[in-house]
Nanobody
């Protein structure tokens, strides 16, 4: 079906930058929206940003002006450029893809990656 593999997490100092990548692989699928969610220990999972196939973006208020989401449709890859990182950005970041599975019949697709850890120190 679909597998999502994230990369780019790591440990950085406050004010530094990271770029996350998520590549979708498999067959018989069509992706519409891709996004990034994060969850810190003891906190609820929240949407960070998402982007439609047409390039429309949506950001959480807490990251507006600092993060930029983009995608390469040909590669089924979504990116999250994270600038001016803050300690409160520390979380496990999960990639999400929504669309359609097109094997035999059309069924909804809602795939998640394994997560990549971002740690921002003060």
């Amino acid at each position: 079906q679909v597998q999502l593999v994230e990369s780019g997490g790591g440990l950085v100092q406050a004010g530094e930058s990271l770029r996350l990548s998520c590549a979708a692989s498999g067959s018989f699928f069509s992706i519409n929206t891709m996004g990034w969610y994060r969850q810190a220990p003891g906190a609820q999972r929240e949407l960070v940003a998402d982007i439609t196939g047409g390039g429309r973006t949506n950001y959480a208020d807490s990251v507006k002006g600092r993060f930029t989401i983009s995608r390469d449709n040909a590669k089924n890859t979504v990116y999250l450029q994270m600038n001016s990182l803050k300690p409160e950005d520390t979380a496990v970041y999960h990639c999400n893809a929504r669309g359609t599975v097109v094997r035999y019949t059309l069924t909804p697709l809602d795939a998640w990656g394994q997560g990549t850890l971002v740690t921002v120190s003060s």
